[in-house]
Every structure is written in C-alpha cells, then in structure tokens.
C-alpha cells in the first residue's frame, strides 16, 4: 500500500507540500492541473513543473486525479474523436514525467453531487450531506447554486462551472441518452486510449459514480459490481482498472464492499483506493464523517483487512474528511482530519500486517 495525499496545486489548495510531508506515512500526493479546460491537451511543460515543484517538497507524484472527459465522448458525438486524440496526448504528456495512474470518470453533465457542502454536526465540524429528496423536489439548477455557495468562493474539481452554464442544452442533448448508450461511448472511448496506455505504461482507474445512482435522470453506470465488471471485461487489459471509492460505492448498501475488493483485487484491476467512511441515515441519504469505523456505517477494519488479504500495493488516498479546527478549506479537502484519517489507515494497515504473519 502506497499512501498518497490529494493536492490541487499552489494556486488552487489551501494547503501547502510542506504540511503534506510532515504527515507520518505519505508518500506523494494526487496531482491535478484545475486550469485547464476540459477536452484540451494539458501541456508538457505545465505538468513537468508540477513534478518538480512536488519532487523538490521530497514527495512522488504519481498519481493524477482527475483528468475529465469532455461530455462529447460522453455523448458520443461526432466531434469525439479530436477529444480522444487531446486525452491520449495528455496521457503521453503525463507518462513522461513518471505518472503511473490517472482517474477519470464517465458521469454525465454533473461530477460528484451533494446537497450540502456545509452540514454542521453536533461536535462543531463541518461535513458535506446528500438527501436525494433534494434532487427529487428541486432542479439541477437549484443544486448548481447550492454547490456554489456552499463552495465558498473554491474551486471544486470536476464542477465546471462554464460547462454547466449551457445546462438546458447539454440536458437536451442527454435526453436520449440512456445507458446502453452511455456504455457504448465509454467502451468506444477505452477502445482508443487503452491501447495507448499499453505502449505508455499509464493505469486508467475509473472512479466509480458519486453516488451510484441516476441523479435528474441523467444515466450511470459505474455503480456496481456486475456493472463494473463489464466495464472491464468489454476491453480486457490490466490498464483498464479502477478507482475502488468506499464512499462512492458503499452508500448503496446493496454493495458489497468487502467482495467487491476482494473480486477486483484478486484480479488486479485496483489501481487505486479512497478510503472514506459515510452515515447513511436514510434510503439514499448519507453524510460523510470521520475515517473511524465507530464514526460511520463502514467496518473500516474489514475494508483494510480485505485490501491487505488481496496484497494490496497499489496507491491509497484518504478521501474527504470533516472540516475541523477553524480551517478553512475546500469542502472535504481539509488538512487536518485526512491527516487524522491517514494514520488511522496506516496504523489499521500495521496492526493488521503485523498479526496476519503472527498468524503464519
Ligand atoms: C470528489 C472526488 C471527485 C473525483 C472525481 C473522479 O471529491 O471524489 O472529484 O476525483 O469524480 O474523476
């Protein structure tokens, strides 16, 4: 197991490489270049300063998260092609400057939803919330401008603000749009880029939709383990490979985490692990919490165990945490409590190594 730690860039982050490595056990961080529109090609010389900007903090950069796929490839419209030639020369870009991993996902229009960014809990700390009562009494434009004030003034990755602008078009355009459609243009787009990934030595991971259900109608497919499977099987290459996201996949509890790592692992298709821990309160309905299994409704022992019983050794990340102690930070993306969370990981991860070859 690898830990890594996301980072959105000087300019983006309110937290800095140095706090980075002086977290016990971290060794790189997830990189992104937030500054670059969707569907063009992000430059050699931008992610070769990025490199060595995280290389001189004495961290690896490895991994990237996310590099978006314009919604014509999505949509499968003729234009897709030029798009899919930008993505494999961004990938060529990123392959020469050491990246292993890159994360992407095939969520139409809208990335990750939530309803609040900013849901109080009892001890003080800030956490972000989903009801899907929400989605179902308001509309997406509704949800645009909670996300935007609850965003307070960050830049949240994957809410692309002059995309969303054109709204009613691009809801026109996915009106017919269903999800063996929406299949078909992932299978065309992996088609073309796996290949690629092959000669370049790049991991693809997709990140699982966020939450794994249809929100406004709009269709998804990354929501569960038959779903997946196809996904991997239809281009059947080790560098067609997933992001396993506890947060994501765990809200339905219908998934079963614990086999769907133990399935995936074993076939070694996990590039890349988020390790979050969620409430569930209600049907569709959940707010994240702390990394402790006591905190949520996930046995985040039994998730470490399972990883480490498939000889997990890939890269792992804590994903979003509470905002705690005053700071002021992109939702989930605080320093302080995926800190927190990442020597709790690391030491399951210890207690764990340790007894199982106690054990032998
Ligand atoms: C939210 C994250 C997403 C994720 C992308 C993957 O915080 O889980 O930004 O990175 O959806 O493409």
């Known amino acids: 197991m690898h830990v890594v730690f996301r980072w959105y860039g000087d300019e983006f982050d309110t937290i800095t490489l140095e706090q980075i490595r002086q977290i016990p056990g971290v060794e790189g961080v997830v990189g992104t270049l937030l500054d670059i529109e969707v569907g063009k090609?992000?430059?050699?010389?931008?992610?070769?300063?990025?490199?060595?900007?995280?290389?001189?903090?004495?961290?690896?950069?490895?991994?990237?998260?996310?590099?978006?796929?314009h919604e014509d490839i999505k949509l499968g419209l003729p234009t897709r092609d030029e798009y899919i030639e930008n993505y494999n020369q961004t990938l060529i870009n990123l392959a020469r400057i050491g990246i292993k991993v890159v994360v992407y996902n095939?969520?139409?229009?809208?990335?990750?939803?939530?309803?609040?960014?900013?849901?109080?809990?009892?001890?003080?700390?800030?956490?972000?919330?989903?009801?899907?009562?929400?989605?179902?009494?308001?509309g997406p434009k509704e949800l645009i401008k909670e996300v935007k004030s609850g965003s307070q003034g960050f830049t949240l990755a994957g809410w692309d603000w002059s995309r969303l602008e054109k709204l009613s078009e691009l809801l026109e355009l996915y009106k017919d749009l269903d999800e063996e459609k929406l299949f078909e243009n992932l299978v065309y787009f992996l088609r073309n880029v796996i290949p690629v990934c092959e000669k370049i030595g790049i991991k693809l991971a997709i990140h699982p939709d966020d939450p794994p259900w249809s929100v406004f109608g709009l269709p998804r497919i990354v929501t569960c383990k038959e779903k997946i499977e196809r996904i991997l099987n239809a281009v059947d290459s080790p560098c067609n490979g997933l992001t396993f996201c506890t947060?994501?996949?765990?809200?339905?509890?219908?998934?079963?985490?614990?086999?769907?790592?133990?399935?995936?692992?074993?076939?070694?298709?996990?590039?890349?692990?988020?390790?979050?821990?969620?409430?569930?309160?209600?049907?569709?309905?959940?707010?994240?919490?702390?990394h402790p299994s006591f905190c949520g409704s996930y046995d985040m022992f039994e998730i470490v165990k399972a990883l480490h019983d498939v000889n997990f050794n890939g890269y792992v990340r804590p994903d979003h945490g509470r905002t705690i102690w005053n700071e002021k930070s992109i939702p989930g993306y605080g320093l302080y409590d995926r800190a927190l969370g990442t020597t709790y990981i690391i030491g399951l991860w210890e207690a764990i190594d340790k007894m199982s070859a106690r054990l032998i």
């Open 41 to 69: 090609v992000w430059p050699y010389e931008k992610v070769i300063k990025l490199e060595k900007r995280v290389q001189q903090a004495g961290l690896k950069l490895e991994v990237i998260e996310s590099v978006n796929v």
């Open 106 to 138: 095939f969520m139409p229009l809208f990335d990750w939803v939530r309803t609040n960014l900013r849901k109080r809990l009892d001890d003080g700390s800030q956490v972000m919330e989903y009801e899907h009562r929400f989605i179902e009494g308001r």
């Open 247 to 290: 947060g994501s996949l765990g809200v339905n509890p219908k998934n079963n985490l614990l086999q769907m790592i133990k399935y995936f692992g074993q076939i070694g298709r996990i590039h890349f692990v988020h390790l979050r821990n969620v409430k569930i309160t209600a049907e569709k309905t959940f707010y994240e919490t702390a």
